[in-house]
């Protein structure tokens, strides 16, 4: 059974530093990689996909990697604002998503 | 265009009663999941339609929980005879083509269940 698991839990940064999340998972055999954004009581919002057959993507601030073989990927912030406060959440897909508890992240100005 | 919508947005019932969510998914999207998201969790896998059929529906948790999408668009998650423990944010999720786990998944800001 595919298990995802978020470290760490929580978070708490000043304005302008660069950090790293990080997203482990069990079984390998994954079609693709999804980071995804909830700010406090909304939905999710889609930040990055990585298909199976990538290593990275990247967006603006953000760049995800992803390594199929060690069941690991890690989502990257630069220069990270208050803005950016919000729960990061890891899902990998298989018939359906499979999601991680998450990281909640606070910037401080 | 348009996202995925959800109603209610909030939904506050009894104990015991019946209790029907509806998703509209994003137009032309013939993939659609339903996920519950308890308090401090991520979102839980409940059931999968591809077009009208439920192509996998393992994470419905009991019998009290049934979903339907009979046009192949709007789909309606229904929960009977209701239990504290379901009290819950439903998130429902579109995604284009017919490998839907191979698509991004885009998702609706949820309707918040509270049964007292």
């Known amino acids: 059974k595919q298990e995802v698991t978020q470290i760490p839990a929580a978070l708490s940064v000043p304005e302008g530093e660069n950090l790293v999340l990080n997203c482990s998972f069990t079984?390998?055999?994954?079609?693709?990689l999804q980071w995804f954004r909830q700010d406090p009581g909304k939905g999710l919002t889609s930040l990055l996909l990585i298909q199976s057959s990538q290593r990275e993507q990247t967006s603006g601030r953000l760049n995800a990697s992803l390594d199929k073989s060690s069941g690991r990927s890690t989502l990257y912030i630069a220069a990270s604002q208050p803005g950016d406060s919000a729960t990061y959440l890891c899902?990998?897909?298989?018939?359906?998503?499979?999601f991680g508890k998450g990281t909640t992240l606070s910037v401080s100005s | 265009g348009a996202g995925v919508s959800q109603t209610p947005s909030n939904k506050v019932t009894e104990k015991g009663k019946y209790v029907e969510l509806r998703c509209d998914p994003i137009?032309?999207?013939?993939?659609l999941y339903w996920y519950r998201q308890s308090l401090g969790q991520g979102p839980e896998f409940l059931i999968y339609?591809?077009?009208?059929?439920?192509?996998?529906d393992s994470g419905l948790p009991n019998d009290r929980f049934f979903a339907v999408r009979p046009e192949g668009s709007v789909s309606t998650l229904k929960i009977q005879r209701t239990e504290r423990g379901d009290s819950a944010v439903y998130l429902c999720?579109?995604?284009?083509?017919?490998?839907?786990?191979?698509?991004?998944?885009?998702f609706g800001p949820g309707t918040r269940l509270t049964v007292l």
């Open positions: 339609f591809q077009g009208t059929g439920a192509a996998d």
């Open positions: 137009s032309g999207h013939t993939a």
């Open positions: 079984d390998s055999a994954i079609y693709n």
């Open positions: 899902a990998v897909a298989g018939t359906a998503l499979i």
């Open positions: 999720a579109s995604s284009p083509g017919t490998s839907g786990a191979y698509n991004e998944q885009f």
